[in-house]
């Protein structure tokens, strides 16, 4: 089984011979194609994005005032771009790299200020909904999801007291 508290290289194999394209070839197999797949399960159904805020509205009562004025018919289709941003993010593609950066500047603290701690609540609501949606949702699928969005969720963190942030509102 995977751990999603190792940092998200370890998590994946390691070859000591450095055969990187093997590296990618089994990540794909045991990690991204997986949560792939399940993404897709996932949004087949039309209400998928619904019950996800339901659940991320209700896990938090910041968070619930964060979104008071909220346009949530764009910010679905919103988190479904982000999301494949986040997925393509962990596969090493360079478009999402700098979506995923945009995502960073965007949460910082001196844009809408998400602090890091919120996205602990993100991240398991989202959980809950793929559980509700995915009709092959296990434990070890969960584990593929939560690898798969550490990369992206940990750059996005660590955005938060972001310096160029500050200057973007400034400026």
């Known amino acids: 089984m995977l751990n999603p508290s190792l940092p998200f290289d370890q998590n994946a194999f390691y070859f000591s011979d450095g055969n990187l394209s093997k590296y990618k070839d089994l990540l794909h197999a045991r ?4 949560v792939k797949m399940s993404f897709g399960r996932c949004v087949v159904h039309a209400g998928f994005f619904d019950r996800f805020y339901q659940i991320f509205l209700a896990s938090n009562p910041i968070i619930a005032n964060k979104f008071a004025n909220t346009d949530l018919t764009a910010q679905k289709k919103v988190l479904k771009q982000g999301l494949n941003m986040v997925m393509m993010y962990a596969d090493g593609q360079i478009l999402a790299k700098k979506a995923v ?13 998400i602090p890091p701690g919120m996205y602990g609540f993100w991240e398991t ?8 949606f995915d009709p092959q949702f296990s434990p070890d699928l969960e584990t593929q999801w939560r690898a798969v969005l550490k990369p992206a969720l940990e750059v996005i963190k660590g955005g938060y007291m972001n310096d160029r942030s500050a200057r973007l509102v400034a400026g």
């Open 101 to 113: 950066g945009r995502i960073r500047d965007s949460h910082s603290q001196g844009r809408l200020n």
């Open 125 to 132: 609501s989202l959980m809950k909904t793929i559980a509700e």
């Open 31 to 34: 990690l991204y194609n997986p």
